[in-house]
């Protein structure tokens, strides 16, 4: 064992690495949790023993994961009197996988969010959030099914790089002042009392987003790709975004994909016949097609034809509000799980899309689905598939079983309701 101030790291697992920008994995990864506040110990106690159970099951005792914790949130500060300790994020640098539960965003303070300030550290720019329906899982669609879409969120960018000024604060009319005398701005409705946000989108930020996207949907052989943005209104930023897109997708994966940029080019010059055409050869051929949609037509969208959409690449606001709306559709946020990844370094913080839900700390009562599909995509990342597959269908099974937590059983006839880790056990009875 080593033991760092606070950090107790076994001696019996070896370190993940990169090598030519791919993941080594040791058959005993060493890999730090952070347990999370408010039901993130209930979750994070069954996540961790269904990870166990499933690994041990798939590869018999030859590999196994090492896990040490690190701190982060109430239990660090309670600890160390920090939020978000460095000696935590070194480690998560040093050992490049990490998996978490969810972190209380302090009140007042510097720390925007803990969450945030974890992927701009380690400049984790894709959240990827797979969306899809377990069946038997209550939803409030008719077809839940049609629901499958894997969502790049942008994680590094956007209003949620936190760069902003409150109502009646010196810097807040200095920006003011700034934009009204220097910048000729007049659109300030009411400039002494308007607090200032600012929402920086790059050309860099939107290509990494984007070829992440498509060399997903390449990979896992998807049909399209959407990039969603409110460009009609925000056209610097989110029709850049869309612009942007187009424009990587044309020029690194032209014998891969089809534009709607390279559709409406066609239709200019030869007319619409001719651009359906090129689009119909082009998905004959497997190509992927690349388009977009505008942010709130998308969300009705996604209710009315989801059908229609696949993986989606969209921008850091716009990603929250769709992840949580299509985990509603799919049965909820309790099974949404999520992944923080910098494909190019490796590094990646796996979590649930939720959040600590504070009213059910301690109860040993919530779903504990979504950080148990984090890790599991945390296995895939490992290329432990055959644990992963694992997990998922004894997840499917406890849901034909109806044996499930409150917010399934709340919604489903004739459930049995059990606790969260008699949920986990459950899972641990089901694998196979
Ligand atoms: N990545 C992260 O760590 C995130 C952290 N947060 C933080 O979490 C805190 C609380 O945020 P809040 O807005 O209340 O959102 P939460 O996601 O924590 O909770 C909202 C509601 O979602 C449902 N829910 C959440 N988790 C589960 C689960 N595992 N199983 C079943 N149902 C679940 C519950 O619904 P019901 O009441 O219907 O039972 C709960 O009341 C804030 O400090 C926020 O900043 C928020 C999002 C992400
Ligand atoms: O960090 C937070 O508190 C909220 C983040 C969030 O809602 C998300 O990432 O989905
Ligand atoms: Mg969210």
Same mark, same amino acid.
């Given at each position: 064992?080593?033991?760092?101030?606070?950090v107790?790291?076994?001696?019996?697992?070896?370190?993940?690495?990169?090598?030519?920008?791919?993941?080594?994995?040791?058959?005993?990864?060493?890999?730090?949790?952070?347990?999370g506040?408010?039901?993130?110990?209930?979750?994070?106690?069954?996540?961790?023993? @269904?990870?166990?159970?499933?690994?041990?099951?798939a *590869?018999?005792?030859?590999?196994?994961?090492?896990w040490?914790?690190? #701190?982060?949130?109430e239990k660090?500060y309670?600890?160390?009197?920090?939020?978000?300790?460095?000696?935590?994020?070194?480690?998560?640098?040093?050992?490049?996988?990490?998996?978490?539960?969810?972190?209380?965003?302090?009140? =007042?303070? =510097?720390?925007?969010s803990?969450?945030?300030?974890?992927?701009?550290?380690?400049?984790?720019?894709?959240?990827?959030?797979?969306?899809?329906?377990?069946?038997g899982?209550?939803?409030?669609?008719?077809?839940?099914?049609?629901?499958?879409?894997?969502?790049?969120?942008?994680?590094?960018e956007d209003? *949620?790089?936190?760069?902003?000024?409150?109502?009646?604060?010196?810097?807040?009319q200095k920006?003011?002042?700034?934009f009204?005398?220097?910048?000729? @701005?007049?659109?300030?409705?009411?400039?002494?009392?308007?607090?200032?946000?600012?929402k920086?989108?790059s050309?860099?930020g939107?290509e990494?987003?984007v070829r992440?996207?498509?060399?997903y949907?390449?990979?896992?052989?998807?049909?399209?790709?959407?990039? @969603?943005h409110k460009?009609?209104?925000?056209?610097?930023?989110?029709?850049?975004?869309?612009?942007?897109?187009?424009?990587?997708?044309?020029?690194?994966?032209?014998d891969?994909? #089809?534009?709607?940029?390279?559709?409406?080019?066609?239709?200019?010059?030869?007319?619409?016949?001719?651009?359906?055409?090129?689009?119909?050869?082009?998905?004959?051929?497997?190509?992927?097609?690349?388009k977009d949609?505008i942010?709130?037509?998308?969300l009705?969208q996604?209710?009315?034809r989801?059908?229609?959409?696949?993986?989606?690449?969209?921008?850091?606001?716009?990603?929250d509000?769709?992840?949580?709306?299509?985990?509603?559709q799919?049965?909820?946020?309790?099974i949404?799980?999520?992944?923080?990844?910098n494909?190019?370094?490796?590094?990646?913080?796996?979590?649930?899309?939720?959040?600590?839900?504070?009213?059910?700390?301690?109860?040993?009562?919530?779903?504990?689905?979504?950080?148990?599909?984090? =890790?599991?995509?945390?296995?895939?990342?490992?290329?432990?598939?055959?644990?992963a597959?694992?997990?998922?269908?004894?997840?499917?099974?406890?849901?034909?079983?109806?044996?499930?937590?409150?917010?399934?059983?709340?919604?489903?006839?004739?459930?049995?309701?059990?606790?969260?880790?008699?949920?986990a056990?459950?899972?641990?009875?089901n694998l196979?």
């Amino acid at each position: 064992m080593t033991k760092t101030s606070h950090v107790t790291i076994p001696s019996t697992g070896e370190k993940i690495t990169i090598q030519d920008g791919k993941l080594q994995v040791p058959n005993q990864p060493l890999i730090p949790f952070i347990e999370g506040d408010g039901i993130g110990p209930d979750i994070w106690a069954a996540a961790k023993r @269904v990870l166990d159970a499933a690994v041990e099951k798939a *590869y018999a005792g030859e590999k196994k994961i090492a896990w040490f914790e690190v #701190f982060a949130g109430e239990k660090a500060y309670n600890q160390q009197g920090e939020w978000l300790p460095n000696e935590t994020l070194e480690l998560i640098r040093e050992y490049l996988v990490a998996i978490k539960g969810p972190l209380t965003t302090p009140i =007042g303070g =510097g720390i925007r969010s803990l969450n945030v300030a974890l992927r701009q550290e380690l400049d984790l720019y894709v959240c990827l959030r797979p969306v899809r329906h377990f069946a038997g899982v209550p939803s409030p669609v008719k077809r839940p099914e049609d629901v499958d879409m894997v969502i790049f969120r942008e994680n590094s960018e956007d209003i *949620y790089a936190g760069i902003e000024w409150e109502s009646g604060s010196v810097e807040a009319q200095k920006v003011i002042q700034f934009f009204q005398n220097e910048m000729g @701005v007049k659109k300030i409705r009411f400039p002494d009392t308007s607090g200032i946000g600012v929402k920086p989108v790059s050309r860099e930020g939107t290509e990494r987003l984007v070829r992440s996207a498509i060399d997903y949907a390449l990979e896992h052989k998807r049909k399209s790709v959407t990039l @969603v943005h409110k460009g009609n209104i925000m056209k610097f930023t989110e029709g850049s975004f869309k612009n942007w897109g187009y424009e990587v997708a044309d020029r690194e994966y032209a014998d891969q994909v #089809f534009t709607w940029a390279e559709f409406d080019r066609i239709k200019a010059e030869k007319g619409t016949e001719a651009a359906n055409q090129a689009q119909n050869e082009a998905v004959a051929a497997g190509k992927i097609i690349v388009k977009d949609v505008i942010a709130d037509a998308f969300l009705q969208q996604i209710l009315t034809r989801p059908a229609e959409y696949d993986v989606i690449a969209t921008l850091n606001l716009n990603g929250d509000y769709i992840s949580d709306a299509l985990a509603a559709q799919v049965g909820g946020i309790g099974i949404a799980p999520g992944a923080n990844i910098n494909y190019l370094t490796g590094h990646a913080i796996f979590e649930a899309t939720h959040g600590t839900a504070p009213k059910y700390a301690g109860l040993d009562k919530v779903n504990p689905g979504s950080v148990i599909l984090s =890790g599991v995509l945390m296995l895939e990342y490992l290329g432990w598939q055959e644990a992963a597959d694992r997990i998922y269908a004894a997840l499917e099974k406890a849901i034909s079983q109806k044996v499930v937590t409150y917010d399934f059983a709340r919604l489903m006839e004739g459930a049995k309701e059990v606790k969260c880790s008699a949920f986990a056990n459950q899972l641990i009875h089901n694998l196979e």
